[in-house]
């Protein structure tokens, strides 16, 4: 990392001000030839930013000295006006000086590589930034804060604990150490173990907060099912006829709902056709039932078991639709044409994410590498503990180890470069 970049970290196009941020071993020089030296360390000063002869701008600059920045490298932020000309007239300016644009993530991915955050937090900082809810920015905020970091280091501690007995045994067999050491170690493991096994149980949790909560719109051709998915959208997102199969495949929308993002899906109505197009929306209908968080079974009046009887489970909602028709069964009664109902499906469906998503605890798992990790380590936990009952330590620390491994991972402490990639190409670019 010996060269210095920069990128726009404000949205592209009109506005009153952009910033471009610069880190690398010559953003000092760059900011003197850029007219914009004799700066304060962490200052804001008024500068006019001059290349080849040419007045750019006239804009707050700050510096940053390695290593209190963002990155742990030499920094600047240049604070412009936010016209496109301008910000077009610097870029020009700072490539026509030796410096190169940002890949996405890099600037996060350097203050990883220079210790000032560990991988955890890299994520949270793109969580962050993508966050779309109340619950989304309390999860990235509080694994930035390091309670991801908190909890993997309370795995790893115990696991270190039952690696210390075991390699006792492994080293020291002439010495005087106590009888079957290794064999103190199952209780530590065994904890661990159900720790793990807890994590790996609750994972969901954090990965639908941060991913969105899947709610799926199913029922038999016009139940009015487009209709209520129109009214919670708030918009007219599907179309709605009176013809049977309308809908022909899955339409989603993210909404907003007690706090959590969630991923609406409006699907075909259930039942057998011979047109092979209104067959296969039928088709992922189904799969998309099958997978869903939350199924809301839309009924009309009159309508008879059908065909999507065999998907209900026993914690979905049937909805009774067209309730100012009459209802007939239980369930929640609305009506699309006028409101009734539809707050009181509100406040079920905000209940229902609070109970399935919110807890006391932070979640241990908030992407899919966590969650593999994870497993990997209880495997070689579990493997370990066989391996003590058999009186074998060598292969029981080699389990260990491997566990370790598998934990550090997560956070960025051993291992990562096969991971770097995976954290960081999600990231935008200037951040």
């Not at 644009?101 to 955890?120: Q, S, V």
Request: with cysteine; charged share 25%; proline share 4%.
């Amino acid at each position: 990392m010996t060269d210095t970049i920069f990128a726009l970290a404000t949205p592209p196009g009109r506005g009153a001000i952009a910033v471009i941020r610069l880190s690398g071993p010559d953003s000092r020089v760059v900011l003197e030839r850029l007219g914009a030296g004799s700066l304060t360390p962490r200052l804001a000063s008024l500068r006019t930013l001059v290349h080849a002869g040419e007045h750019l701008d006239d804009a707050l600059v700050l510096r940053f000295v390695a290593p209190a920045s963002y990155t742990g490298e030499d920094a600047a932020e240049l604070h412009l006006h936010g016209g496109a000309a301008v910000v077009e007239g610097v870029t020009r300016a700072l490539l026509d000086l030796g410096l190169r644009p940002a890949e996405p993530g890099e600037f996060t991915r350097r203050a990883f590589e220079h210790g000032k955050l560990d991988l955890t937090r890299a994520e949270a900082v793109a969580d962050l930034i993508d966050a779309e809810s109340d619950a989304q920015r309390r999860q990235a905020l509080g694994q930035l804060g390091g309670a991801l970091a908190e909890t993997y280091g309370g795995f790893r501690a115990r696991l270190l604990r039952a690696l210390a007995l075991v390699e006792a045994e492994i080293d020291f067999p002439d010495e005087e150490v106590p009888d079957n050491l290794a064999r103190q170690a199952s209780p530590v493991l065994g904890e661990l173990a159900a720790m793990l096994e807890a994590a790996l149980a609750d994972g969901e949790r954090g990965r639908r907060v941060r991913d969105g909560y899947s709610v799926v719109l199913i029922g038999e051709t016009n139940a009015g099912k487009s209709s209520l998915f129109n009214a919670l959208v708030a918009r007219e997102a599907a179309i709605v006829t009176d013809i049977p199969g309308t809908t022909r495949d899955v339409l989603d929308a993210r909404v907003e709902i007690g706090g959590y993002v969630v991923t609406l899906s409006d699907t075909a109505g259930l039942r057998d056709s011979a047109d092979p197009i209104e067959a296969e929306g039928v088709r992922r209908a189904r799969a998309r039932a099958e997978s869903a968080d939350l199924r809301l079974w839309v009924r009309a009046p009159g309508d008879a078991d059908g065909p999507s009887a065999s998907l209900f489970r026993d914690d979905d909602l049937v909805v009774r639709t067209k309730s100012d028709l009459g209802v007939d069964g239980s369930g929640l009664p609305v009506s699309v044409r006028t409101g009734d109902g539809l707050e009181a499906l509100h406040d079920w469906l905000a209940g229902r994410l609070g109970r399935d998503l919110s807890g006391s605890d932070f979640p241990p798992v908030t992407r899919a590498r966590h969650a593999q990790r994870l497993g990997a380590a209880l495997s070689c936990v579990r493997s370990a503990s066989v391996a003590i009952e058999r009186g074998r330590p060598e292969l029981a620390g080699d389990d260990l180890r491997a566990a370790g491994r598998a934990l550090s991972s997560v956070t960025g402490e051993v291992g990562v470069e096969d991971v770097l990639g995976e954290v960081f190409a999600s990231f935008c670019i200037g951040k």
